[in-house]
């Protein structure tokens, strides 16, 4: 007996109902990357490993899906070499290729490789799957899309600006209400220096970053774990509940960091991107938000992030400035700033929240019932036509009973149908159906196409 079918642990097949929905989700964030001058680039689904090791820490190394080399592959190991399974050694040489982990690595390899062809600043879009060898669980996945756009060769602010344009503008297409936050590096620097452990920055804000999953108490508990003081803790105290308008917010962290060198830079860039954010009106709510961290190790200047007003689902949106993107591939300081929208999660928000379109659908619009020769010369045509008018339709293949035809276009969720039999054609006219309300209505070719536009 053959073994029944299946897919690898941690992919997913997805139907043409769920694809027309998450296109939906793609080409919404598409064509506002486009809008803001972004060209669209893709890179191999495999890059070499020597592209991809040590880029993403070791734990991140562990997930690199490799592949093997094609051929031989055991060829250059000896015998001796595979009894000691040093799997370390073996993997260098069985496999040369893995598939990439990311889209900034590639985006980066692309950037250094390209440099000489490419006008700076550079703006790129990437709408790619990613694999990670990561343990499957609800939500994570080991083949998953990311949605990026980034650009690269510029310090300006206004590149922030339009980020967060970007940002309000996808969700207001998507008709999800959300709230952007927005922080800055030097900032939180500039808060660790002041309370007088600049060198533990990274685990003051991985602490901090926990605030909304664990609460105050518990943040306290975790700084307390990696050596922060009392004293200290009570001076960080006004900051982590620092609230009011952005300007209160501001006149406060100006007393608080205004003397350190890295604080009083943040401070400038934030006030800027305000200010340049105070021109504009935006449909969602925008606030500087000091416990947000998002991976401190690679950000250097601004931090966003996107969470759902509607409901409880965690980071839809992140990203922010990186002062140094290249320079794991030999070209320095080509600074850059970029946004990654989580289109799975983003998927999950819209159809709990069953804000997908009616019109978001696969298939046809339109079907033809097919009653035999005759009939389907007299629809032939007619069918043509309403495909050059830019509308879905499709005849159903064989003279079928008419159950049958109906039954399929139910299952496909096809709004309307055409009948044309004998009185039909005398008349020249076809009868379309609306299959929800079952309305019927005579008309005329021209007729017809303007009903179903």
Same mark, same amino acid.
């Given at each position: 007996?053959?073994?029944?079918? &299946?897919?690898?642990?941690?992919?997913?097949?997805? &139907?043409?109902?769920?694809?027309?929905?998450?296109?939906?989700?793609?080409?919404?964030?598409?064509?506002?990357?486009?809008?803001?001058?972004?060209?669209?680039?893709?890179?191999?689904?495999?890059?070499?490993?020597?592209? #991809?090791?040590?880029?993403?820490?070791?734990?991140?190394?562990?997930?690199?899906?490799?592949?093997?080399?094609?051929?031989?592959?055991?060829?250059?190991?000896?015998?001796?070499?595979?009894? $000691?399974?040093?799997?370390?050694?073996?993997?260098?040489?069985?496999?040369?290729?893995?598939?990439?982990?990311? #889209?900034?690595?590639? !985006?980066?390899?692309?950037?250094?490789?390209?440099?000489?062809?490419?006008?700076?600043?550079?703006?790129?879009?990437?709408?790619?799957?990613?694999?990670?060898?990561?343990?499957?669980?609800?939500?994570?996945?080991?083949?998953?899309?990311?949605?990026?756009?980034?650009?690269?060769?510029?310090?300006?602010?206004?590149?922030?600006?339009?980020?967060?344009?970007?940002?309000?503008?996808?969700?207001?297409?998507?008709?999800?209400?959300?709230?952007?936050?927005?922080?800055?590096?030097?900032?939180?620097?500039?808060?660790?220096?002041?309370?007088?452990?600049?060198?533990?920055?990274?685990?003051?804000?991985?602490?901090?970053?926990?605030?909304?999953?664990?609460?105050?108490?518990?943040?306290?508990?975790?700084?307390?774990?990696?050596?922060?003081?009392?004293?200290?803790?009570?001076?960080?105290?006004?900051? #982590?509940?620092?609230?009011? &308008?952005?300007?209160?917010?501001?006149?406060?962290?100006?007393?608080?960091?205004?003397? /350190?060198?890295?604080?009083?830079?943040?401070?400038?860039?934030?006030?800027?991107?305000?200010?340049?954010?105070?021109?504009?009106?935006?449909?969602?709510?925008?606030?500087?938000?000091?416990?947000?961290?998002?991976?401190?190790?690679?950000? /250097?200047?601004?931090? !966003?992030?996107?969470?759902?007003?509607?409901?409880?689902?965690?980071?839809?949106?992140?990203?922010?400035?990186?002062?140094? #993107?290249?320079?794991?591939?030999?070209?320095?300081?080509?600074?850059?700033?970029?946004?990654?929208?989580?289109?799975?999660?983003?998927?999950?928000?819209?159809?709990?929240?069953?804000?997908?379109?009616?019109? /978001?659908?696969?298939?046809?619009?339109?079907?033809?019932?097919?009653?035999?020769?005759?009939?389907? $010369?007299?629809?032939?045509?007619?069918?043509? $036509?309403?495909?050059?008018?830019?509308?879905?339709?499709?005849?159903?293949?064989?003279?079928?009973?008419?159950?049958?035809?109906? $039954?399929?276009?139910?299952?496909?969720?096809?709004?309307?149908?055409?009948?044309?039999?004998?009185?039909?054609?005398?008349?020249?006219?076809? /009868?379309?159906?609306?299959?929800?309300?079952?309305?019927?209505?005579?008309?005329?070719?021209?007729?017809?196409?303007?009903?179903?536009?």
């Amino acid at each position: 007996m053959a073994n029944k079918p &299946s897919i690898p642990k941690g992919t997913r097949d997805f &139907s043409p109902e769920i694809l027309a929905k998450r296109n939906y989700i793609f080409d919404t964030i598409k064509d506002v990357f486009k809008k803001f001058s972004y060209k669209q680039l893709e890179t191999p689904a495999m890059e070499n490993l020597s592209t #991809l090791t040590g880029k993403y820490g070791e734990e991140g190394d562990k997930l690199l899906f490799k592949i093997l080399n094609s051929g031989d592959f055991l060829k250059k190991v000896s015998d001796e070499e595979l009894q $000691k399974r040093n799997t370390v050694k073996l993997i260098n040489k069985v496999s040369e290729k893995g598939l990439r982990y990311d #889209l900034t690595v590639p !985006f980066a390899r692309y950037v250094v490789q390209h440099q000489n062809e490419i006008t700076f600043p550079f703006k790129r879009f990437q709408i790619q799957p990613v694999w990670r060898a990561d343990r499957p669980q609800k939500g994570r996945y080991r083949e998953f899309y990311q949605c990026d756009a980034d650009i690269v060769g510029s310090n300006s602010l206004i590149n922030e600006l339009e980020i967060v344009q970007m940002i309000d503008e996808v969700f207001t297409k998507l008709n999800l209400k959300v709230t952007i936050k927005i922080n800055n590096r030097k900032l939180l620097a500039g808060i660790a220096e002041r309370i007088g452990y600049p060198e533990k920055l990274i685990d003051i804000t991985v602490a901090i970053d926990k605030m909304d999953k664990i609460g105050l108490e518990k943040v306290y508990e975790e700084l307390k774990l990696v050596g922060i003081s009392e004293d200290a803790i009570q001076l960080l105290e006004p900051i #982590l509940n620092l609230g009011g &308008s952005f300007k209160d917010q501001l006149q406060c962290l100006e007393r608080f960091i205004g003397e /350190t060198e890295t604080g009083v830079e943040g401070i400038v860039e934030i006030e800027k991107l305000f200010s340049y954010l105070d021109m504009f009106k935006f449909n969602n709510n925008i606030q500087l938000d000091l416990t947000l961290a998002r991976g401190l190790n690679y950000y /250097t200047g601004a931090i !966003f992030e996107v969470v759902s007003d509607e409901m409880q689902m965690g980071s839809i949106c992140g990203g922010g400035r990186y002062d140094d #993107l290249t320079g794991i591939f030999g070209l320095k300081d080509v600074s850059g700033v970029g946004i990654s929208f989580g289109a799975d999660r983003i998927y999950d928000v819209i159809e709990n929240l069953n804000r997908f379109p009616s019109d /978001t659908r696969a298939g046809a619009k339109v079907m033809f019932v097919n009653f035999g020769e005759k009939e389907e $010369k007299y629809c032939l045509p007619m069918l043509q $036509k309403l495909r050059a008018n830019g509308i879905n339709a499709e005849i159903f293949p064989d003279a079928s009973k008419m159950k049958k035809q109906m $039954k399929y276009a139910n299952s496909n969720k096809i709004p309307y149908v055409v009948l044309a039999g004998d009185n039909e054609i005398a008349e020249n006219k076809f /009868t379309l159906k609306n299959m929800q309300s079952g309305e019927q209505q005579l008309l005329t070719a021209d007729e017809m196409i303007d009903a179903l536009l």
